[in-house]
């Protein structure tokens, strides 16, 4: 498989994982948090899952061209506030709480079977105008290459 297919796979891998948050009316791929708060036609409370990127690891089979990697992964949560900003602080951090329970420690289909590990969370003092948002943050080991 290759890498690009091997990031489709843990996207759905993790989608399908948080089937059943509670209070969420959508969960979808993502390219970044300015994209999951402007999405047209997206119900909120939403969740967006976002590649962040992979980190160079060691060298795995060095003849076969393969390698130890990091890879990070992003869950956002937008939902609307109208209440004022720190109004629905509350509700963010409990969509979060949920999402790191199901997520942490779930181990992963692809090679080597690794967990997913808790690295951070986030609610932003800024949010847009009408919305609040939070994220969490998890790393995930994998082997990549030919």
């Known amino acids: 498989m290759s890498d690009i297919g091997k990031w489709n796979s843990i996207e759905a891998e993790i989608i399908a994982a948080l089937a059943g948050l509670s209070g969420v009316n959508t969960i979808l791929p993502s390219m970044?948090?300015?994209q999951l708060?402007?999405?047209d036609g997206v119900r909120?409370?939403?969740v967006g899952v976002i590649y962040l990127g992979t980190e160079y690891g060691q060298q795995y089979a060095v003849g076969q061209r393969k390698f130890y990697a990091t890879s990070h992964w992003r869950i956002g949560v937008v939902l609307?506030?109208?209440r004022g900003s720190i109004a629905g602080r509350p509700a963010v951090y409990t969509i979060l709480e949920e999402i790191r329970d199901k997520?942490?420690?779930k181990f992963?289909?692809?090679s080597p079977k690794e967990a997913y590990i808790f690295d951070s969370?986030?609610?932003p003092e800024q949010s847009p105008d009408g919305l609040a948002v939070g994220f969490v943050d998890f790393k995930l080991g994998l082997i990549l290459g030919t």
Request: hydrophobic share 35%; charged share 15%.
């Open 80 to 82: 609307t506030n109208l």
């Open 44 to 46: 909120k409370p939403c």
């Open 108 to 110: 992963t289909t692809q």
């Open 37 to 39: 708060a402007n999405a």
């Open 32 to 34: 970044s948090m300015d």
């Open 103 to 105: 997520i942490h420690f």
């Open 121 to 123: 969370e986030s609610v």
